[in-house]
């Protein structure tokens, strides 16, 4: 019996001993299956390496925190079974633009390792903003912002004149149509005030008590003969009338954008001492918005010329008043105007980006002002001729140059109208105040401007006419009168004599000047003017 009770027992305790067994066996195996089993599987021993998530912890949190990395950076934080090689089809950006794009990838918490190798969904990755520009190439993208040049004002040619600065709103595209900096992105326009083109050369003088010239009285250009105010004149006003077209507003000069358009080019110009005072007028304006000594100036030579260093361009003056050809016999020293011959000076002038030529004047001096004795014409000598006739004949020979040995797809070729003279009754001494009324402007001899524009319309070369005649036919006040030379050397008969034909510097030749640089910028301005 008691056998039977010993026996019963240990059954019983073995029953126990198995039974807490398998207790603790099946929730072990239960839990093993957790997706937060990873402490209980290390207990058993049983290790289940995670993949390449699991080296997430070795990352700081400093590397989470790098908000402008670009896409290919991406790969710094793992995520399992993303393959981030392919993040461009992810975030729309083509494969070059990452590198310069900023992108923030916000992550709502850290991944963490999933131990189930099932796949995972993938990381959420917002992008604030560079989606807007997916389809821009990266090289445009490089430079956005760039300065800006305003046009109201006379900078200096050493600064940069690039693009206006663009603003990038999500709804426009940036300009990418980037030119070398140193071109010209805007351009004045006239501003017309009808449907109609506009001929600058027909308005009026308005007075400005502000205004004052672009350069001073000190430019070495100026001749003394021209330097009113260095000699002495006591008023000013005559520098402070501006022309203004009747039809339409034209741009102020701007000397930066005149460099930019002779950037590495040669401009002469060519004619009498009414030339000499309109190019000394644009080599001042543009000397006097440079230093010094990037400029090369020439006064006592010929060609008289100022050249800038920075800008590779040239602006020459040839005086020759006739355009042909003029000799002295050596055998009885006869003066000889050749009418039938270009000048000897013009092989000088061929190759030149831009000419502005003039003559006139000096085919209607008389007595001791006539600087010939004889004309020649096809061989044969004439003591005496109509002036216009002969004139006429002059400037056929220059019409016939220009169409043989200008190249008219490099070459713009102005021809700039007679300047008026102020005598007799219009004397221009001790004037300050230019003719208002149209009605009482000096008679002028027209049959020379026919004669000029009619032989311009015959060419082939499209020739520009500056018709600043009558504009300048206004402006009695604007001589140098007595004030042609210091005020300490005045003589007496130089009061009975005044210069009424040149004009002060500063002064109207700068308003040529300006309607030269204005037909240089738009191709709308009085075209039957310029081109006739």
Same mark, same amino acid.
């Given at each position: 019996? &008691?056998?039977?009770?010993?026996s019963?027992i240990?059954?019983?305790?073995?029953?126990s001993?198995? $039974?807490?067994f398998?207790?603790c066996?099946i929730p072990?195996?239960?839990?093993n299956?957790?997706?937060d089993s990873?402490?209980?599987?290390a207990?058993l021993?049983?290790?289940?390496?995670?993949?390449?998530p699991? #080296?997430?912890?070795?990352?700081?949190?400093? $590397?989470?925190q790098n908000?402008?990395?670009?896409?290919?950076?991406?790969?710094?934080?793992?995520t399992?079974?993303?393959?981030?090689?392919?993040i =461009?089809?992810?975030?729309?950006?083509?494969d070059?633009a990452?590198?310069?794009?900023?992108t923030s990838?916000?992550? =709502?918490?850290p991944?963490?390792?999933n131990t189930e190798?099932s796949e995972?969904s993938k990381?959420k990755m917002?992008?604030?903003?560079?989606?807007?520009l997916t389809?821009?190439p990266?090289?445009?993208?490089q430079?956005?912002t760039?300065?800006t040049?305003?046009?109201d004002q006379?900078?200096?040619? +050493?600064?940069?004149?690039?693009?206006?600065?663009m603003?990038?709103s999500?709804p426009?595209?940036?300009?990418?149509d980037?030119?070398?900096?140193s071109k010209i992105?805007?351009?004045p326009?006239?501003?017309?005030?009808?449907?109609? #083109?506009c001929?600058?050369f027909?308005? #009026?003088?308005?007075?400005? @008590?502000e205004?004052k010239?672009?350069?001073?009285?000190?430019? @070495?250009f100026l001749h003394?003969q021209v330097?009113?105010?260095?000699?002495?004149?006591p008023?000013?006003d005559?520098?402070?009338w501006?022309w203004?077209p009747?039809?339409?507003?034209i741009p102020r000069?701007n000397?930066?954008?005149?460099?930019?358009r002779?950037?590495?080019?040669?401009?002469?110009m060519? /004619?009498d001492?009414?030339?000499g005072?309109?190019w000394?007028?644009?080599a001042?304006?543009?000397y006097? $918005?440079?230093?010094?000594s990037?400029s090369?100036i020439e006064?006592n030579r010929?060609p008289?010329s100022f050249?800038s260093?920075?800008?590779?361009?040239s602006?020459?003056?040839?005086?020759n008043?006739?355009?042909?050809q003029t000799?002295?016999?050596k055998?009885?020293g006869?003066r000889?105007?050749r009418?039938?011959?270009?000048?000897?000076s &013009?092989?000088?002038?061929q190759? &030149?980006d831009i000419?502005?030529?003039n003559?006139g004047h000096?085919?209607m001096h008389?007595g001791r002002?006539? =600087?010939w004795?004889l004309f020649?014409?096809? /061989?044969?000598l004439?003591?005496e001729?109509?002036?216009?006739s002969?004139?006429?004949? /002059?400037l056929?020979?220059w &019409?016939?140059w220009? +169409?043989?040995?200008? +190249?008219r797809?490099?070459?713009?070729?102005?021809f700039?109208s007679?300047s008026p003279?102020?005598s007799?009754?219009?004397?221009c001494y001790?004037q =300050?105040?230019?003719i208002?009324d149209?009605?009482?402007?000096? @008679?002028?001899p027209?049959?020379?401007a026919?004669?000029v524009?009619?032989r311009i319309r015959r060419?082939?070369?499209?020739v520009?006419?500056?018709n600043i005649t #009558?504009?300048s036919q206004?402006?009695?006040?604007?001589?140098?009168?007595?004030?042609?030379?210091?005020?300490?050397?005045?003589?007496?008969?130089?009061?009975?004599s005044p +210069?009424?034909?040149?004009?002060?510097?500063?002064?109207?030749?700068d308003t040529?000047?300006m309607?030269?640089?204005?037909?240089?910028?738009?191709?709308?301005s009085?075209s039957?003017?310029?081109?006739v």
């Amino acid at each position: 019996m &008691a056998m039977i009770t010993i026996s019963t027992i240990k059954e019983r305790w073995k029953l126990s001993i198995t $039974a807490s067994f398998m207790g603790c066996i099946i929730p072990v195996l239960f839990l093993n299956h957790s997706h937060d089993s990873t402490n209980l599987s290390a207990l058993l021993g049983i290790r289940m390496e995670p993949s390449e998530p699991s #080296k997430l912890n070795k990352h700081s949190d400093s $590397a989470l925190q790098n908000t402008s990395t670009s896409p290919t950076s991406f790969g710094q934080f793992p995520t399992p079974n993303v393959e981030f090689s392919q993040i =461009s089809e992810l975030t729309g950006f083509p494969d070059s633009a990452p590198q310069i794009m900023n992108t923030s990838v916000l992550f =709502s918490e850290p991944p963490r390792p999933n131990t189930e190798f099932s796949e995972p969904s993938k990381p959420k990755m917002e992008f604030s903003g560079p989606s807007k520009l997916t389809d821009y190439p990266s090289s445009a993208l490089q430079n956005t912002t760039t300065s800006t040049l305003s046009f109201d004002q006379f900078p200096r040619p +050493d600064m940069e004149t690039a693009r206006p600065e663009m603003e990038i709103s999500e709804p426009s595209k940036p300009n990418m149509d980037f030119h070398e900096p140193s071109k010209i992105i805007e351009n004045p326009k006239l501003m017309n005030h009808s449907n109609e #083109k506009c001929d600058i050369f027909d308005g #009026k003088w308005v007075y400005d @008590p502000e205004g004052k010239p672009l350069y001073g009285p000190q430019c @070495p250009f100026l001749h003394d003969q021209v330097s009113c105010r260095r000699n002495g004149r006591p008023d000013s006003d005559y520098e402070k009338w501006s022309w203004q077209p009747n039809e339409c507003e034209i741009p102020r000069f701007n000397v930066t954008d005149m460099f930019e358009r002779l950037r590495g080019k040669r401009l002469i110009m060519v /004619g009498d001492s009414l030339n000499g005072n309109m190019w000394a007028s644009l080599a001042c304006l543009l000397y006097s $918005a440079i230093p010094p000594s990037r400029s090369h100036i020439e006064t006592n030579r010929i060609p008289r010329s100022f050249r800038s260093k920075d800008y590779n361009c040239s602006v020459e003056f040839y005086m020759n008043p006739f355009l042909v050809q003029t000799y002295v016999n050596k055998t009885d020293g006869t003066r000889v105007l050749r009418l039938d011959q270009i000048s000897d000076s &013009a092989r000088r002038w061929q190759g &030149a980006d831009i000419m502005v030529f003039n003559t006139g004047h000096w085919w209607m001096h008389k007595g001791r002002f006539q =600087s010939w004795d004889l004309f020649q014409y096809k /061989g044969k000598l004439v003591e005496e001729m109509e002036r216009e006739s002969a004139f006429g004949m /002059g400037l056929r020979t220059w &019409a016939r140059w220009v +169409d043989r040995y200008v +190249d008219r797809t490099k070459t713009t070729v102005f021809f700039r109208s007679l300047s008026p003279q102020h005598s007799g009754q219009h004397y221009c001494y001790n004037q =300050s105040q230019p003719i208002l009324d149209e009605f009482l402007l000096p @008679p002028f001899p027209n049959s020379m401007a026919r004669i000029v524009e009619g032989r311009i319309r015959r060419m082939r070369t499209p020739v520009r006419y500056l018709n600043i005649t #009558k504009l300048s036919q206004y402006r009695k006040d604007a001589h140098p009168s007595i004030y042609s030379s210091k005020r300490e050397k005045l003589m007496i008969n130089q009061k009975q004599s005044p +210069d009424c034909s040149h004009w002060c510097l500063p002064g109207l030749p700068d308003t040529w000047t300006m309607l030269l640089y204005v037909s240089m910028v738009s191709s709308n301005s009085s075209s039957w003017h310029l081109m006739v």
